[in-house]
């Protein structure tokens, strides 16, 4: 069975979960949209360090954001400066490296349906008196609905699974840094089998659950081709 | 009277675009020409949805884009309706959401009348509640005809609104846009490469090649140029607008008028004072030197030759004009029948017409024909049309 400690965590992970697809979704749909229309020379680079996250191992990732946000990196100096102290093993900083950490799972799936979109539906609505932003809200994020979902859904569960980040920035702390992936691990370190099958359960069910709800809901999407 | 000014000039390296037009404020103005010509780069960028880097452009005396002063209107600031290639409704959006998406927009509502008027004029009033997805090719194309006229635009563009349709879909949807043509009281540009859409709709003609305009006129002054390879062309036409005057029931025949007199054709099934497009092939026109009196040709008319030119082969065609009699005019449409902006139609591209108002007209005969007749420019002849066709 699941034991209160066990039930903290998977509440902990799940609040971790919500805010980071939250913000990255608020900060991954202007990028997504900027490197889908750009033709900027920046465009390469911006793209490269997006997708880092892919191919980096997660302690490299965890490793540099511990020392940039100590009290001695530039950003820990910064949240200093604030008066809001540094931010390793904080829950917010738990919430920051997850957003950088899980980022391109959002941006790239808004990139690819955006770019699906193509130009013609832009131009439709722009002589139809629609300004870019009015464009953007009726005919964009409608048309990308199957790509918000994709994002949302890859963004939350990629949170929930990362592992190798956490234990860098957030350590184990129980109730502000302790998420699911740590508590498992913790409970195979100290031979509970047992518990660490129920939670290790709990995951893998989610994780196949979330996956066959995206792929039924984009299968049945009206729009998950684009233009007709 | 001309409202539309528009001078473009750009250069992507392989395709430039150099044209200056003055265009009418009324009835529809083709863009004609092959692809690579232009027409459509240039209906972009009237639309504001190509930039051209050096440009002028004027429509109703509103400046929409002045490259000298680095003023530019965004398209969706400018108030014309857009009807694309590919029909381009919104997928995600019912036919009426697609149809209210821009009359949300605009600040003036033109009101539900309007709306409706343009839906039963195009039909699609019964598929309201239907996805883009579960239309026709045909009926896609008029609901976006419909969302582009719903916005009461100043100027409708159109880019080869049939191109992509097949030959029965054209059929449905060309006797819409012939009564739009004569409903619309704004100026209509439409991009074609089809001159059968030329013949049924065109009012004015501006000929593209190679990102340059050709020549640009009143249709048949421009169809019957010599220094454009449409004279030549094999199926080289002239279009009348003529007006019914009288039914000969006996004869299976009817009358209509036109500047330059009167032709006879096969019956028609229109009532006295409909206006009437008429199109007379070159080839169908044959030429005599002294009014012909025993002749079953019927219609046989004065013209004065205008024009000689090389044609294909053995031919040579010839270009001519049947002065204007006032005498003759009809009652029935003012606004086809006299075209009111003719006048004022200036050339900015080539020869000038000299007898403006006058009747344009293309024959193709025999250059042995030619030379035994000794057909000479300003020569008084009789024309002599064995056939017409209505397209309307």
């Not at chain 1, 349906?113 to 464009?135: H, N, V, W, Y």
């Not at chain 2, 140029?225 to 029931?249: C, F, G, M, N, Y």
């Not at chain 2, 005019?329 to 080539?350: D, I, K, M, N």
Request: net charge neutral; aromatic share 8%; charged share 15%.
């Amino acid at each position: 069975m699941l034991s209160p400690a066990d039930l903290d965590t998977l509440l902990l992970t799940f609040k971790v979960a919500s805010i980071a697809t939250l913000l990255m979704l608020v900060l991954g749909t202007p990028l997504a949209w900027w490197l889908t229309r750009t033709h900027s020379a920046w465009k390469g680079i911006i793209n490269a360090v997006v997708a880092l996250p892919l191919v980096l191992p997660p302690t490299v990732l965890g490793f540099y954001l511990l020392v940039l946000m100590g009290p001695a990196g530039a950003i820990g100096k910064f949240t200093t400066w604030l008066g809001v102290g540094t931010l390793p093993f904080t829950f917010p900083g738990l919430v920051i490296a997850s957003v950088l950490y899980s980022l391109p799972f959002v941006v790239q799936p808004l990139q690819a349906s955006f770019s699906a979109i193509g130009e013609q539906p832009l131009e439709a609505a722009a002589t139809l008196r629609a300004s870019p932003l009015d464009t953007f809200f009726s005919v964009v994020v409608p048309l990308a609905k199957p790509g918000f979902l994709t994002a949302s859904i890859l963004g939350f569960a990629h949170t929930v699974g990362e592992f190798g980040v956490v234990l860098m920035v957030g350590g184990n702390i129980p109730d502000k840094t302790r998420v699911v992936s740590v508590q498992i691990y913790n409970h195979v370190e100290a031979l509970e089998y047992n518990e660490a099958h129920w939670l290790a359960g709990v995951l893998l069910l989610f994780s196949f659950s979330v996956l066959l709800v995206l792929y039924t809901a984009l299968k049945s999407h009206p729009v998950a081709h684009p233009l007709k | 009277m001309t409202t539309i000014q528009a001078r473009f000039q750009l250069d992507y390296g392989d395709f430039k675009l150099d044209v200056d037009l003055k265009l009418p404020g009324t009835g529809i103005t083709v863009l004609f020409g092959h692809s690579g010509s232009g027409k459509t780069t240039l209906l972009r960028c009237i639309a504001g949805l190509q930039r051209a880097p050096q440009g002028k452009l004027e429509i109703n005396g509103n400046i929409w884009q002045d490259s000298e002063r680095n003023l530019f209107l965004p398209t969706h600031k400018r108030p014309l309706g857009y009807v694309f290639q590919e029909a381009n409704l919104f997928p995600h959006l019912t036919v009426r959401d697609n149809l209210h998406y821009g009359l949300k927009r605009i600040k003036q509502n033109p009101g539900a009348v309007e709306l409706e008027q343009t839906l039963e004029l195009l039909g699609i009033g019964h598929l309201m509640e239907r996805m883009p997805e579960r239309l026709s090719g045909g009926e896609r194309q008029r609901v976006a005809i419909a969302r582009a006229l719903a916005l009461n635009p100043e100027i409708l563009l159109m880019d080869e609104p049939l191109a992509s349709l097949d030959f029965k879909r054209k059929q449905e949807i060309l006797p819409f846009l012939s009564r739009l043509h004569q409903q619309l009281d704004i100026p209509v540009l439409y991009v074609t490469h089809s001159q059968q859409e030329v013949a049924q709709l065109a009012d004015t003609l501006v000929i593209l090649e190679g990102g340059q305009a050709l020549a640009s006129g009143p249709l048949s002054e421009t169809q019957s140029r010599l220094d454009v390879p449409l004279a030549q062309d094999r199926e080289a036409a002239t279009v009348w607008q003529a007006t019914v005057i009288e039914h000969e029931a006996d004869y299976h025949l009817t009358r209509v008028a036109f500047v330059g007199g009167s032709l006879s054709l096969p019956m028609v099934d229109a009532q006295v004072g409909t206006p009437l497009r008429v199109q007379i092939y070159a080839r169908d026109v044959s030429i005599a030197l002294e009014a012909p009196t025993a002749t079953s040709i019927l219609n046989v008319l004065p013209a004065t030759i205008t024009g000689i030119a090389d044609g294909r082969d053995s031919q040579t065609v010839v270009q001519l004009r049947l002065p204007r009699m006032a005498a003759e005019t009809a009652p029935g449409s003012p606004r086809h029948f006299l075209h009111p902006w003719r006048s004022e139609v200036s050339q900015s591209v080539g020869n000038r017409c000299d007898q403006v108002g006058d009747q344009a007209l293309l024959a193709h005969i025999t250059r042995k024909s030619a030379l035994l007749l000794g057909l000479q420019i300003g020569m008084a002849v009789y024309v002599q049309i064995k056939g017409t066709s209505i397209l309307n």
